[in-house]
């Protein structure tokens, strides 16, 4: 992942021509003249850096300082369990506070193919387990009094053509079911209600949804688990994790250091870490975001009516909001298929972007970044054991509530306070003969098929 700080000469080079300085081309189009390569997230909530300490032993050891680690610590603490969070970087760095501050309950799940290869009732059991995260992250922040900017708005979702439209009507039931909360079809024609454009053939409005700012909550998150007694520590990699009488010793670039239990947190970022058999079953994939400069609450509120969060049906898809204060637009989507820095993903984003909202082709991007998501083969969350070791992993990109309701209930196993079972509990996980959790040698070839395939769908419609 690229160095977040303002451009430099290193990355720029890569698109100056021949002649061209430094100056002339951050003055182009479609750059701010201040752009900055690091989240827009990070002006009001950039993670701290914290005291990298490491202690003799541990109760529980997390490995992986994001939504999952955070919620797993605060759930063991206030069981009374004694929990170290150990992160490569500065706890909330990665995703946690990179992604697009969505907030769902199992919706991709939803969509899925669930009862073809789970069959009626388990498929029901999974797709309950999902849809309750939503209700649990609004506790959450209720109960610990995280400052997030949370609303629940709803999201839209545009279909990419008529059949992409036709799906999502036989999902709605199912959405209701999982959500809780009342869905609806909104036909092509009707979708100035939620987003100005004509992009879309129509779509899906789900009121179980809601937005956030995930640097807040990342921030909020850590701050509760520390105020309940989980040590948080900054900068330290775990290389391994190795079985030890009845516990495990970790070794880490700043020593090692016993535990009794532990939890691998890791997610998009578990390539290279101490779990390779996890490692082998999660697809690390980079999403890209860029955030336009501030164009105003009253343009702001024009183009999206209600500031509902949207997505599309795309293989290649978009997501968007507006930003919390109202002043300018998140855009975020696979831009790239192979490893990219923020600077040459910009450009892309931006022109997806004018694609839906072609009035937006002056406005500049004053911020871009990435992190990365991790998907499985399934395209299922997985909580488990292996050797041991715990695990929870694979929120398929929207994992901001899916994540923190996953901490919970891996916390609630270690702990042996489960009251019931977890329905994505022990679920074969699968892998691929030959992966080895690099994925950038296919990807691309992926992403090439995926446009291919949606511009295929779009030319048929």
């Not at 987003?195 to 701050?223: N, Q, V």
């Not at 009794?260 to 947190?265: E, H, K, N, Q």
């Not at 509902?308 to 298929?337: E, Q």
């Amino acid at each position: 992942m690229p160095t977040v700080t303002r451009v430099t000469l290193r990355h720029a080079a890569r698109r100056v021509p021949a002649g061209a300085t430094l100056g002339m081309m951050m003055n182009r189009h479609p750059f701010a003249a201040d752009f900055k390569a690091r989240p827009w997230w990070w002006e009001a909530a950039e993670p701290p850096a914290r005291d990298n300490t490491l202690p003799e032993r541990t109760r529980v050891a997390i490995v992986g300082g994001g939504y999952t680690g955070l919620s797993a610590a605060l759930t063991l603490r206030r069981l009374g369990h004694e929990v170290v969070v150990l992160d490569a970087e500065r706890i909330g760095w990665g995703a946690s506070s990179r992604n697009g501050g969505m907030v769902s309950g199992g919706l991709k799940v939803a969509r899925g193919p669930l009862e073809k290869n789970f069959g009626p009732e388990r498929a029901a059991e999974i797709a309950r387990a999902c849809g309750a995260s939503f209700p649990f992250i609004e506790e959450t922040i209720a109960r610990e009094g995280i400052e997030c900017d949370y609303v629940r708005c709803g999201r839209f979702v545009g279909a990419w053509t008529p059949k992409h439209f036709d799906t999502l009507a036989k999902t709605l039931p199912r959405i209701q079911e999982i959500s809780g909360h009342p869905a609806r079809m909104i036909p092509r024609g009707e979708e100035g209600g939620f987003i100005a454009t004509t992009h879309y053939h129509g779509g899906m409005f789900a009121e179980g949804s809601g937005s956030l700012h995930p640097g807040k909550y990342a921030r909020g998150l850590a701050a509760a688990a520390e105020r309940a007694g989980a040590h948080l520590v900054d900068q330290v990699r775990v290389a391994a994790a190795q079985p030890e009488g009845a516990g495990f010793r970790l070794h880490t670039s700043a020593g090692e250091m016993r535990a009794d239990t532990v939890l691998m947190a890791t997610n998009g970022y578990s390539r290279g870490g101490p779990m390779p058999w996890l490692t082998r079953r999660l697809l690390p994939v980079a999403s890209y975001i860029i955030a336009t400069e501030e164009l105003g609450e009253e343009r702001i509120e024009r183009l999206f009516p209600r500031r509902r969060m949207i997505s599309d049906t795309k293989r290649v898809l978009n997501y968007y909001r507006p930003s919390p204060d109202g002043k300018r637009i998140l855009w975020g989507g696979r831009a790239s298929f192979a490893p990219q820095s923020p600077e040459a993903a910009a450009p892309r984003l931006h022109a997806m972007m004018c694609a839906v909202l072609p009035e937006l082709r002056d406005v500049r991007v004053t911020h871009a970044w990435t992190g990365n998501v991790a998907f499985t083969f399934d395209y299922l969350p997985h909580l488990g054991e292996e050797a041991g070791v715990h695990y929870a992993a694979g929120c398929q990109g929207s994992g901001v509530a899916m994540a923190t309701w996953m901490g919970h209930n891996a916390a609630l196993k270690m702990a042996g306070a489960s009251n019931a079972g977890f329905a994505l509990d022990g679920l074969p996980f699968p892998d691929r003969a030959l992966y080895n959790g690099n994925p950038d040698w296919f990807l691309p070839m992926v992403g090439a098929w995926y446009r291919l395939r949606d511009r295929i769908d779009r030319i048929a419609a």
